[in-house]
């Protein structure tokens, strides 16, 4: 099937039996990881569309909280096990945007990955061998956590006396 294009048959099949494992859900549909590539499906498991159809891999998605975009890792080169945080708009109408660039070379080793929006959709916390946050637009990137390597980072709501002013870098 064309990109954005419902999917039908054995890849359908497939990915429906895959949609439990997917790593984000909004309110009208799934993003759903298959053989590293991405769909979208709704709940019910019907109106399965290819975002994805690439010779490399895309992983850890997770919705925007307005549902438009979808942030994710991806390692764009063929041969090379370095990823970067790209994002994407929800149909796959447009090529994704690459947020990230590691520093180093190719097959570095240095990646960004697992990446997760902020509940108000304006910053984005992901993973670069410790917890990094950044604007939605990818600028204004800095370490949070130096030298904590959380493997897996989001976003939770804390009590009113934890909060801390957010200075917005």
Known sequence: AALGQDVTGDVADDVVSATEAADAVSGTGMA???????????????????????????????????????????NAAPHVDDFEVYVMRRDGGAPPTR?????????????????????????????????????????R???????FDG?????QPLPDHARAEDDDD
């Open 32 to 74: 759903a990881e298959l053989s590293g590539e991405f769909a979208t499906i709704r709940p019910d498991g019907s109106h399965l569309r290819a975002l994805t159809d690439t010779p490399t891999h895309e992983s850890s998605p997770d919705w925007s909280p307005d549902g438009k975009r979808i942030v994710f890792h991806w």
């Open 151 to 155: 493997h897996h980072p989001d976003w």
């Open 141 to 147: 990137q800095k370490p949070v956590l130096p030298g």
């Open 99 to 139: 947020l990230t660039t590691t520093a180093g070379g190719p097959d570095d080793g240095d990646s960004s990955f697992n990446p997760a929006w902020s509940p108000d959709g304006r910053k984005i916390v992901f993973n670069r061998g410790e917890i990094f946050t950044m604007r939605a637009d990818g600028s």
